[in-house]
């Protein structure tokens, strides 16, 4: 009998490369792999571009339940930590 195999790392930290996604899917895929997420995990996403569209939309879904933070900001290769908080008790 096999186990389900989870994917977890140690530091928490998944990397989500935008760049293999075809551009109708990518916003779906991206909420869905946030949706995922639990409080303390990170998704560090990469990008050929600064998705600003897409921050102000992860802005107005999660409000303050993720935090974003630039790793890299150089052209075509954006780094931004999108970071999962507990929620306030």
Known sequence: MSTAHLHLQADRLYHFDARGIAKRFRH???FGALDA????DTMRFHNDHDPLPLLQQLRDR???R???AYVGR???NITIDFAVVAPAA
């Open 28 to 30: 779906a895929a991206i």
């Open 37 to 40: 997420l639990a409080p303390g």
């Open 62 to 64: 999660y409000g303050d």
């Open 66 to 68: 993720v935090t974003i």
């Open 74 to 76: 150089e052209p075509g």
